[in-house]
């Protein structure tokens, strides 16, 4: 079982041959972040309209006794709610409850909500790296139907 497959090494080398880079090492390639490492895929790969984005911004602000203002600067963060996947079988809520039970509210994972640019311009746009902001959640539809609804917190 892929999700069940071991991937943690100590270290990892990655080889890019850019030979058609003619300005040399002034430009180079970029890279943020690179996963190595199973993944699930559901044939249901499109979720509900209606998934809520927020931008969380952390920081304080204190006024002292004579007016001046202070400022406690603090990383913003995404949340991602509802989103929801309609009417999957059970293969599919399947694979959602065992990453779940896998990995909890603790391990951060990367998903892709938008992986055919549907809705976004790039796939950076709805990329995140992240972990479950609370328990996904499971309402039965019909026979072998189910809706289920997951909620994300972005990593920093």
């Known amino acids: 079982d892929s999700l069940l497959t071991d991937t943690r090494y100590r270290f990892w080398r990655l080889h890019i041959e850019d030979k ?3 300005q040399g090492p002034e430009q180079c390639i970029r890279i943020s972040n690179i996963y190595i490492g199973d993944y699930i895929y559901l044939s249901n790969r499109n979720i509900q309209n209606g998934f809520v984005k927020t931008v969380n911004d952390p920081s304080t602000r204190s006024e002292s006794e004579s007016g001046s203002l202070f400022w406690d600067v603090k990383t913003k963060f995404t949340e991602i709610s509802s989103v929801g996947f309609s009417f999957i079988d059970k293969d599919d809520r399947d694979k959602l ?15 892709s909500l938008d992986p055919t640019l549907a809705v976004s311009n790039k796939l950076s746009d709805l990329t995140y790296f ?11 539809i019909i026979n072998d139907k189910f809706n289920y609804s997951l909620m994300f917190r972005e990593m920093i």
């Open 130 to 140: 992240c972990v479950y902001d609370a328990a996904p959640s499971m309402q039965h």
């Open 20 to 22: 058609y880079n003619h």
């Open 97 to 111: 409850e065992k990453l779940y039970n896998r990995i909890g509210t603790v391990t951060p994972i990367y998903i």
